[in-house]
């Protein structure tokens, strides 16, 4: 796989080819790879296991844009597939919106979302949220939308206002979020299944997006087919292998540290480790082109 250098398709065509788009997160560049070899064809870069997999922290606000875009750059360069990046509320003003668009289209992303949260923005799933006034997030989508230009940059509009204001409201500010200029719209923290059903209703036909935190989320599980059928396109899931990652290294260490072998069967072997991470494309390159030294 040579990465570096493949033309990823556009969000739009991903949507267009995919009904709904499944987007797993992936917290780092091997969760990528694996994403891909997997199947699925695109991915999520999201701020709830960033936090985690960087700093062992919660997702509450406590890093920005210049430790996430560093792993951003990390995380694309392992994978040829679309990927969409949590970029919380652009950090600031509409200045560092810009800046923010500005350099994720240099790393090659192909679809981001801002949120409408106001400070100290945390999880979307989590309680005691605030938003911003309507127009604030208004104001920074209309300077997304020049900073993109001519680009092909997706731009996805969150807000997460049901909680603290309603249902009507949050449907109010993503109606607004459209006529600013946003290519899609997405909820987070829908709370059942009725407000799934009428988000959808409003917004059929329109890019529409929501994630679903298993194991601990507000967003009740579908099925991908049901999610579907309601008008979602795009379904982001921030904790499925991020908990159960969790969940098995816990348990390896607890195996290692009671002095028992790795149990083969719940484990890849060499081969197929160093086949993941394309051993053979070095060491094509090293008989290629290396030189020997005495």
């Known amino acids: 796989m040579n990465s570096i250098t493949a033309e990823r398709i556009t969000w739009k065509q991903l949507l267009e080819s995919e009904k709904p788009v499944l987007l797993p997160v992936a917290h780092d560049a091997l969760t990528a790879r694996l994403i891909e070899r997997t199947g699925f064809k695109g991915f999520q870069i999201g701020g709830f296991a960033l936090s985690a997999s960087m700093h062992a922290v919660p ?5 920005h ?24 509320d652009g950090y600031g003003d509409v200045k560092n919106v810009t800046r923010t668009i500005q350099e994720y289209i240099r790393m090659g992303v192909s679809a981001l979302f801002i949120e409408d949260q106001k400070l100290p923005i945390k999880c979307g799933h989590m309680g005691d949220k605030h938003v911003v006034p309507s127009e604030q997030m208004e104001d920074k989508i209309k300077a997304a939308v020049h900073a993109r230009g001519r680009q092909e940059l997706f731009l996805l509009a969150r807000t997460d206002a049901i909680e603290p204001e309603n249902l009507r409201h949050a449907i109010k500010r993503a109606e607004k979020y459209l006529k600013a200029g946003a290519d899609g719209v997405y909820f987070d923290g829908i709370a059942d299944k009725k407000q799934l059903e ?25 099925s991908p087919e049901q999610m579907g059928a309601l008008g979602y396109t795009m379904i982001l899931y921030p904790t499925t292998l991020l908990f159960q990652l969790v969940f098995t290294l816990k348990n390896a260490l607890g195996n290692l540290r009671a002095g028992m072998p790795l149990p083969k069967d719940q484990a890849v072997d060499m081969d197929q480790f160093l086949d993941i991470v394309d051993l053979n494309y070095w060491k094509e390159i090293e008989h290629k082109f290396g030189k020997s030294f005495e």
């Open 59 to 63: 997702d509450v606000d406590l890093e």
């Open 65 to 88: 844009f210049g430790e996430k875009g560093m792993a951003v750059r990390n995380i694309i360069g392992a994978s040829t597939l679309p990927v969409m990046v949590d970029a919380d």
């Open 198 to 222: 009428e988000i959808g209703r409003v917004f059929k036909g329109v890019p529409l997006a929501t994630s679903i935190l298993e194991n601990g989320g507000k967003t009740p599980w579908l």
